[in-house]
């Protein structure tokens, strides 16, 4: 299975940041990484499919890049209701697999 | 209005047996594979098993094979999840998710959630 390592795994940033989260697989992935982001006690939401592609009616201050094993999820100007927790998924093999998650706090 | 909404969780003792459903409602379930996710309190999301369109195609997590079966009812727009010889940590909320189809392809990401179920394995 491939696994995915999130980094970090909690971050404290303010309003205004740019923030940088990266998602490192066990093996190499083709272009098959998507972004979810999770409120307390809600379900996911996708951001970002096939590496860097934003999903409609996400703002553009959401970006994703990277290629191979090492991927990131980027915001460009944190707004306060972008504090979540953000994660990763590969779709390159089965099992389909997660990372472990980043809380993005205050 | 397009959305998932999942039945069927609650308090199972060890060993023993729950049925999960997911009403789909205000799209043509029939089109798409459809999915089950859990998360554990606290912990992070874990991809269960899938299922095509017409259920001749399906696949599971190891951790799951043998025990839980997924299946869907396209007459009654519901994806099911028979959960068998249930554990302390099969403990989680189940998401039913949708698969989407983009640029011709399947599997890049689940855009459509539903809210979670419950299940909670303990004597």
């Known amino acids: 299975a491939i696994q995915l390592t999130q980094s970090p795994s909690s971050l404290s940033a303010s309003v205004g940041d740019r923030v940088t989260i990266t998602c490192r697989a066990s093996?190499?992935?083709?272009?098959?990484i998507a972004w979810y982001q999770q409120k307390p006690g809600k379900a996911p939401k996708v951001l970002i499919y096939?590496?860097?592609n934003l999903e409609t009616g996400v703002p553009s201050r959401f970006s994703g890049s990277g290629s191979g094993t090492e991927f990131t999820l980027t915001i460009s100007s944190l707004q306060p209701e972008d504090f979540a927790t953000y994660h990763c998924?590969?779709?390159?093999?089965?099992?389909?697999?997660f990372g472990g998650g980043t809380k993005v706090e205050i | 209005e397009v959305q998932l909404v999942e039945s069927g969780g609650g308090l199972v003792q060890p060993g023993g047996s729950l049925r999960l459903s997911c009403a789909a409602s205000?799209?043509?379930?029939?089109?798409?594979?459809m999915t089950w996710v859990r998360q554990a309190p606290g912990k992070g999301l874990e991809w269960m098993a899938n299922?095509?369109?017409?259920?001749?195609?399906?696949f599971y997590l190891d951790s799951v094979k043998g025990r839980f079966t997924i299946s869907r009812d396209n007459a009654k727009n519901s994806l099911y999840l028979q959960m068998n010889s249930l554990r302390a940590d099969d403990t989680a909320v189940y998401y039913c998710?949708?698969?989407?189809?983009?640029?011709?392809?399947?599997?890049?990401?689940?855009?459509?959630w539903g809210r979670g179920t419950l299940v909670t394995v303990s004597s």
């Open positions: 299922i095509n369109q017409d259920g001749s195609e399906n």
């Open positions: 998710a949708r698969d989407v189809l983009r640029f011709l392809k399947w599997h890049t990401d689940f855009d459509l």
């Open positions: 998924q590969q779709f390159n093999s089965y099992p389909l697999t």
């Open positions: 093996q190499g992935i083709t272009n098959t």
């Open positions: 205000g799209f043509t379930f029939s089109n798409y594979w």
């Open positions: 096939d590496v860097s």
